[in-house]
């Protein structure tokens, strides 16, 4: 055993072997961190590491050898020792993970039906299965647990593809904190129920869709996206939810040059929490019709005015002022002309004066936006303190 003094208290690190390779992990790590340091993988389908090891699926399980003493244990509970030696993929690991696997695969319906693998890319549980040859047909197929009969806008919960994993449960009541669905029953009668009636929205959900994206089968999918997307033509681009100040990591889902869904990215600072908004509308609008896309001036109302030629159907999107159309009225009844981004700026200008002439310059305050960068913030607070000449500037994300 190592021992490194760290600046602030001495790390004790553990000598292990993972198939012949030898790794350093902290005392107290799991063996599956010995595993990943040293390269390896294993299936881990009902581990998630914000919320630590349950031990459910022993999917993970390997071969440990410490002092001539060998044993099969799940690497994702058991912790790591000095001098330990692990095995992840001999014959008799491989064929354990390849039958249980399919015991697995014998309490869900159909691998070709999985909404997860046609619309998303491949599933945790089928990926496993093809990488062990598991077949869906081995065993006599259990009484597959049922679909939610669950009208919510936004979660698909197909649980004949449910393997009793509960890391949905596990995120959302100890991660989310949102305690929105519990484990009812025992065994193969065991099921994944939200409180009050089994419909989400009735329930204290919060649609952060974090149990979607721990799901490691096709049991829990965005409705939004789902059957609607070929997994095969689905591009995932790293980007960043544009909604607030927080900034959340998205990988944003396109196909074929269109934008079609979100997915959190676990590698960004915010390890793949997001909020109703990032996960099932940070996307959307940049579809929409109601978009604006050139300045527009209000030069009065509906009620005083009568209704504008062509007036937008704000509320519905139902009739939108064409491109080419000089006036149009929002869903509150403002009338809005077309203008060029000159006449917009001029505009602004003179009442920016117009308030400061007449009520001093601490009339107007000035928003600054985390979502911009920081020299656009810094020009905004020069142009609050230089061009206005008042110290009310903040920016949204202290609100
Ligand atoms: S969406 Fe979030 S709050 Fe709702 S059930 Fe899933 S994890 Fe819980
Ligand atoms: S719905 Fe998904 S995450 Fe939840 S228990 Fe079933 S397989 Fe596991
Ligand atoms: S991942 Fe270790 S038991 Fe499931």
Redesign the pocket.
């Known amino acids: 055993m190592v021992t490194t003094a760290g600046p602030a208290r001495a790390m004790k690190v553990l000598n292990v072997t993972v198939n012949g390779i030898a790794t350093g992990c902290a005392e107290g790590a799991r063996v599956l961190d010995a595993v990943k340091s040293a390269g390896f993988r294993v299936p881990t ?2 581990f998630d590491e914000r919320v630590g090891p349950k031990g459910t699926c022993r999917a993970c399980l390997v071969e440990v050898e410490v002092d001539g003493r060998k044993q099969t244990v799940a690497a994702c509970t058991w912790n790591a020792q000095e001098g330990m030696s692990v095995a992840t993929h001999t014959q008799e690991v491989r064929e354990y993970r390849q039958t249980l696997l399919e015991l697995l695969l014998s309490e869900t319906a159909s691998p070709a039906g999985c909404p997860r693998c046609n619309s998303f890319g491949k599933c945790e ?1 089928h990926a496993a299965c093809e990488e062990y040859g598991a077949k869906w047909d081995r065993f006599r197929p259990l009484k597959r ?1 049922e679909k939610a009969d669950d009208p919510n806008p936004f979660i698909q ?1 197909d ?1 004949d ?9 596990n ?1 959302c009541n100890e991660w989310e904190q949102a305690a929105a ?1 519990t ?1 009812d029953g025992r065994g193969q009668g065991s099921k ?1 129920h939200s409180f009050f009636n089994n419909k989400l929205l009735e329930s204290p959900c919060t649609f952060c869709g974090q ?1 979607i994206n ?4 096709g ?2 999918t965005d409705r939004k996206v789902v059957w609607k997307t070929d997994a095969a033509k689905v591009k995932r681009t790293k980007t960043i939810c544009p909604y607030c100040g927080v900034g959340c990591g998205i990988h944003l889902l396109s196909q074929d040059g269109q934008v079609a869904g979100v997915e959190p990215d676990f590698t960004a600072p915010s390890r793949g929490s997001l909020c109703v908004k990032g996960q099932f509308a940070s996307w959307e609008f940049v579809r929409s019709e109601e978009r604006l896309k050139y300045p527009l001036i209000r030069t009065g109302s509906v009620r005083e005015r009568g209704p504008a030629p062509h007036s937008v159907g704000a509320h519905n999107g139902s009739s939108r002022t064409s491109g080419t159309a000089d006036a149009s009225s929002n869903a509150a009844g403002a009338v809005f002309r077309r203008a060029t981004w000159d006449e917009a700026l001029d505009l602004i200008a003179s009442k920016f004066k117009a308030i400061m002439a007449s009520d001093g310059p601490d009339a107007i305050t000035c928003w600054a936006s985390a979502r911009a960068v920081n020299e656009a913030n810094y020009l905004m607070q020069k142009f609050a303190r230089v061009a206005v000449g008042t110290n009310n500037i903040d920016n949204c994300s202290r609100t």
């Open positions: 389908l009902c549980l647990r919960r649980y593809y449910c393997i009793a994993c509960y890391r949905c449960t995120i669905i484990v994944v149990c721990t799901c490691p089968t049991a829990l």
